[in-house]
């Protein structure tokens, strides 16, 4: 079955600055790979996701980056805020794997005033 | 905010009591998950559900079972309880469209404390 690591396990930026989590998986066929923030006693909140017939997507300050040949996905955080402190979890997919799935460790960010 | 209410959001119960977590949903999509979260292990699948009495299993499946008697609930039942069943219990909702892996939206978790 599919295994996605992820690295940082923890982060720590100045605000302002950039902040990129890396990820890897081992399934060739997966084709969809979702980005998760999840604030302290909530849920893992969907923040971008992207398949794999693109190899970038933005959404204002956060973009998301993925290499099939090598498969492995990145979170890009640009001109961070102390509210984008979190745990963040990549993901990935088949669609032959009925939608099941397969999460990263988690990184935990914080963003230092 | 996807409509997702899980209930209870927080239990403590004894080693070999049944326990039922209920996830109820208001958007009317066809799947259904039930994911534990445990420090460094991230999120594991459990069971789904893709229709009205339709489950299977997930990466994490032996000691759970499930039921869906109606689209809006999903229901994840501990027959007894054990201690290695101590977890934040997520359930999560997804649309179905013909050949595209669909969103999950995750509700906001039920800490189960089995002592």
């Known amino acids: 079955g599919e295994n996605v690591e992820q690295h940082p396990s923890t982060l720590s930026v100045q605000e302002g600055d950039s902040a990129v989590i890396k990820c890897t998986y081992s399934?060739?066929?997966?084709?969809?790979f979702p980005w998760y923030k999840q604030e302290l006693g909530k849920g893992p909140q969907l923040i971008i996701d992207?398949?794999?017939?693109?190899g970038e997507k933005k959404d204002q300050r956060i973009a998301v980056t993925l290499n099939k040949t090598a498969k492995h996905f990145s979170l890009h955080i640009t001109e961070t805020q102390p509210e984008d402190s979190a745990v963040y979890f990549c993901?990935?997919?088949?669609?032959?794997?009925?939608?099941?799935?397969?999460f990263g460790g988690g990184t935990r960010l914080m963003v230092k005033p | 905010d996807a409509g997702i209410t899980q209930s209870p959001r927080h239990k403590v119960t004894e080693t070999g009591t049944p326990v039922t977590l209920r996830c109820h949903q208001t958007?009317?999509?066809?799947?259904m998950y039930w994911y534990r979260q445990d420090p460094g292990h991230g999120l594991r699948l459990i069971h789904y559900?893709?229709?009205?009495?339709?489950?299977d299993k997930g990466e994490v499946s032996d000691g759970y079972s499930v039921s869906r008697s109606k689209t809006e609930d999903f229901l994840l039942t501990l027959e007894s309880a054990t201690s290695s069943q101590t977890s934040v219990y997520f359930c999560?909702?997804?649309?179905?469209?013909?050949?595209?892996?669909?969103?999950?939206?995750f509700g906001d978790g039920t800490r189960l404390s089995i002592l």
């Open positions: 993901a990935a997919t088949s669609y032959n794997a009925g939608n099941m799935l397969t």
């Open positions: 399934d060739s066929a997966s084709n969809y």
């Open positions: 958007e009317n999509h066809r799947y």
């Open positions: 559900s893709y229709g009205v009495k339709d489950t």
């Open positions: 999560a909702i997804s649309e179905s469209v013909g050949g595209y892996n669909q969103p999950q939206h």
């Open positions: 992207i398949r794999s017939n693109v």
